[in-house]
């Protein structure tokens, strides 16, 4: 049995949006269930949704990143958008959204 790494199936930014999500429901219904085509083709058989949620979710977990809110790279936008409002990865990143939030509560 070969061995299978979340790149293999996803991509970086739905790796990232897992990182976010709070369940595996919602790893399923966000982001395994609008891509299970892609998803099966990438692994060569049809996938049970329920399945990939929950081992999408284990391996977050065993690596120590479920629950890190934003990933190291969208701090890394959050922090230069403090600095400079154009500084992010693309215009909907996490650290850039979090940071204009943050930028709009400050009443200084």
């Not at 958008?81 to 650290?95: H, I, L, N, T, V």
């Not at 850039?96 to 943050?102: E, G, H, K, T, V």
Request: contains cysteine.
């Amino acid at each position: 049995m070969p061995i299978v790494t979340l790149h293999d199936f996803l991509t970086e930014e739905e790796i990232l949006r897992a990182i976010e999500l709070s369940d595996h429901a919602q790893i399923r219904d966000q982001i395994i269930v609008p891509n299970r085509t892609r998803i099966d083709r990438a692994l060569g058989q049809e996938n049970d949704t329920n399945y990939l949620a929950y081992a999408v979710e284990y391996v977050l977990r065993e690596a120590g990143a479920w629950g890190q809110g934003l990933h190291d790279r969208h701090r890394k936008c959050a922090d230069g958008f403090r600095e400079d409002p154009d500084y992010a990865c693309s215009d909907d990143c996490p650290g850039r959204l979090a940071a204009a939030q943050d930028v709009e509560d400050d009443p200084e």
